[in-house]
């Protein structure tokens, strides 16, 4: 059974490498951004509420992914396993799922933490060129990921479940490296 977050400031390569990895352990790939990012496609009611804080590079409120992900874990191809991929982004949103997976009695979860220089990330965010991805939202995202997200690692650090990958090789790398470091 495998249940793993990702944790990396934008642009390190968690959505690329979490997909990948959860197509290869057959489990779903659950990527809070994604999600938000179809809704707002869709105009849901999601969508309508999320919108000027993912094109400001702002975190959406709590109570709106932390709902999403409650509904998502609670589909059934969740029970085998998930990759969770943009949440938690905060320590609240920590507090929340630790609660949450003990109540569903889904813990054992890992985290990785995969991490890539400042000048790399900017340089293939810009490259990548999604709506959000200007310099100004860019610098924001990571400026916001620095004082909200990057306290994350000490957190699960103290709960020791942090593995940590180098997210600055090539994508098969830090394939080969997060597979071998879930396997340890
Ligand atoms: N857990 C979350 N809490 C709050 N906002 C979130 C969360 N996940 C995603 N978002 C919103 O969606 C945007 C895009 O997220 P994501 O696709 O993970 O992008 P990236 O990792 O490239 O910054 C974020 O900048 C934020 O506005």
Redesign the pocket.
């Known amino acids: 059974m495998t249940r793993l977050i990702f944790l ?5 390569g ?2 690329t490498q979490a997909q990948t990895l959860a197509e290869h352990l057959n489990i779903p790939h659950i ?7 179809q809704a707002m496609k869709e105009q849901t009611p999601l969508g309508i509420k ?1 919108q000027s ?10 109570q ?2 932390e709902d999403l ?1 409650q509904e998502r874990l609670d589909q059934p191809d969740a029970k085998n396993g998930w990759i969770l ?6 320590v609240t ?1 920590a507090a929340f799922l630790e609660k949450l997976l003990e109540a569903i009695h889904q813990g054992g979860e890992r985290v990785v933490n995969l991490d890539a220089p400042d000048e790399i990330v900017i340089a293939r ?1 810009l490259a ?1 060129g ?1 709506k ?2 200007t310099e100004e ?1 860019i610098r924001r ?1 990571l400026e ?2 620095r004082a909200e997200t990057a306290p994350l690692i000490d957190y699960y650090g103290d709960r020791k479940k942090l593995l940590t990958v180098n997210g600055n090789q090539s994508q098969e790398d830090v394939t080969g490296e997060l597979q071998k470091v879930i396997a340890s």
């Open positions: 990396g400031p934008p642009g390190a968690k959505g990527s809070t951004g994604e999600i938000l990012r999320a804080y993912v094109d400001s590079g702002e975190l959406v409120p709590d709106l992914v992900v991929d943009g949440f938690p982004r905060k949103q965010l990548r999604r959000d991805d939202v995202r916001v990921y």
